[in-house]
Structure formats: structure tokens, C-alpha cells
């Protein structure tokens, strides 16, 4: 069965620092990968995808994620945080044979310090 | 306009009764989802369904059916409710081709006392 693993429960840096949240996942093909967001009492947000094709993703509010495929490893960066990125941090995959049911990782909460 | 609304926003009831979480999107998708999200943030798949086939995470209880009136909702049922159904719980939506990126609703804590 397929998992998703994201080591880092907590992670706090200071604002206008690099930020790299990682996600390793367990799969035996290429999964479909997603980082969302999720704000204190809010729903999740999509910040960016990998499907096929270029290894390094762009997403929205200057994220980006890159899938290493002989690490199993899809880690998000920004590389300067602000505080509105305060926030939990989901890692998943998706899988077309599952119904496009996707599999969360365990979240990361990030902190930002002023 | 809200694409993937969901009500209440807070429910709180006793043990035992049954109550209902209504889920409704607005972006023509033909896949919807239940996700829970419990105390400890962990969100896992309740269902998957599209209007066709429903696909039911067997580690769900049979307490908990969904029911899709048409295809731009999916309504969550549960039964006899208990202290461990205590979460949040997300509808999400997707384009039925392949997979796709999933969007989600404001989500729905429930509180069963």
C-alpha cells in the first residue's frame, strides 16, 4: 500500500528565511504529487502538482517543489517565508487505480518567527 | 461564488443520534470525496464516488453512507453516532479524467458529545 511521509511535525524559521518542508513517499510506480495548505480553520488550498514532465514545479505564493524520483522525495521550498505562510503543510499522492483517492502525509506545521 | 460548500459548519450532537453533512460544488466535476481529519490533523479517505461507482475505504464503518442526490453533491450520512467520530470532515471534488488536483470545502467539525 502506498504511504506518504512527511518527517518534520513542526518546523518554525523566521520570517524573510528559506523554508524546505519534506515529503518522502512509498509507491511503486510514479504517483501523483500535490502539496496543500491549510490555514488555521480553513479548508485546503492547492499549492502546487506534479504529474509528468519537468522535475521541479512552480506553484502559487512562491512555491515550488521538486520530485526526485531515486529518493522518492517531492520537498517544498520558498525561499524567503512570510508571515502569512504560517500554516499546516500536506503532502500527497494520488492515485488513478484508487479512484483518484489521495493519500495524505501527516502534515507540517509551520511556525514563523518575526 | 464558493466552489465546494459544505453545512453546517459545526455540528455538535449527543451519542447515538444520527445526523447528516450536506455537500454541494458548483465546478461541473463528476468526482466527489469525504475525507476525515482527526484531532491530529491527519486527514484520511472516507470516500470516492462519481456519479457511477462508489469506491468505500473499508476501514470506514457502516455507520457512515454517503448519498449523492445528483452529481454536483454528495451528502454524508452517519449512524449512531459515537465520541470517536469526533473531526472535521471535508467533501472535495475533481474532474472525473485521470487524476486531477481535488478541491476542497471549508470543511465540517463535528463534536459528538
Known amino acids: 500500500a502506498q504511504s506518504v511521509t512527511q518527517p518534520d511535525i513542526h518546523i518554525t524559521v523566521s520570517e524573510g528565511a528559506s523554508l524546505e518542508l519534506r515529503c518522502n513517499y512509498s509507491?511503486?510506480?510514479?504517483?501523483?504529487l500535490f502539496w496543500y495548505v491549510q490555514s488555521p480553520g480553513q479548508g485546503l488550498q492547492l499549492l502546487l502538482k506534479?504529474?509528468?514532465?519537468?522535475?521541479l514545479v512552480q506553484g502559487i505564493k512562491g512555491f515550488e517543489a521538486e520530485f526526485k524520483r531515486s529518493q522518492s522525495s517531492f520537498n517544498l521550498r520558498k525561499p524567503s517565508v512570510h508571515w502569512s505562510d504560517a500554516a499546516e503543510y500536506f503532502c500527497?499522492?494520488?492515485?488513478?487505480?484508487?479512484?483518484?483517492?489521495?493519500?495524505f502525509g501527516g502534515g507540517t506545521r509551520l511556525m514563523v518567527k518575526p | 461564488d464558493t466552489a465546494v460548500s459544505q453545512t453546517p459548519k459545526y455540528l455538535v450532537t449527543q451519542m447515538g443520534n444520527d445526523k447528516s453533512i450536506k455537500c454541494e460544488q458548483n465546478?461541473?466535476?463528476?468526482?466527489m470525496y469525504w475525507y476525515k481529519q482527526d484531532s491530529k490533523k491527519f486527514l484520511k479517505i472516507m470516500f470516492s464516488?462519481?456519479?457511477?461507482?462508489?469506491?468505500i475505504n473499508e476501514t470506514v464503518p457502516n455507520r457512515f453512507s454517503p448519498k449523492s442526490p445528483d452529481k454536483a453533491h454528495l451528502n454524508l450520512h452517519i449512524n449512531s453516532l459515537e465520541l470517536g467520530d469526533s473531526a472535521v470532515y471535508f467533501c472535495?471534488?475533481?474532474?472525473?479524467?485521470?487524476?486531477?488536483?481535488?478541491?476542497f470545502g471549508p470543511g465540517t467539525r463535528l463534536t459528538v458529545l
Open positions: 472535495a471534488s475533481s474532474p472525473l479524467a485521470g487524476v486531477n488536483e481535488q478541491f
Open positions: 509507491y511503486g510506480a510514479t504517483p501523483y
Open positions: 506534479y504529474f509528468s514532465g519537468d522535475t
Open positions: 500527497a499522492v494520488g492515485l488513478r487505480e484508487a479512484g483518484n483517492m489521495l493519500t
Open positions: 465546478l461541473g466535476h463528476d468526482t
Open positions: 464516488y462519481n456519479n457511477k461507482e462508489l469506491i
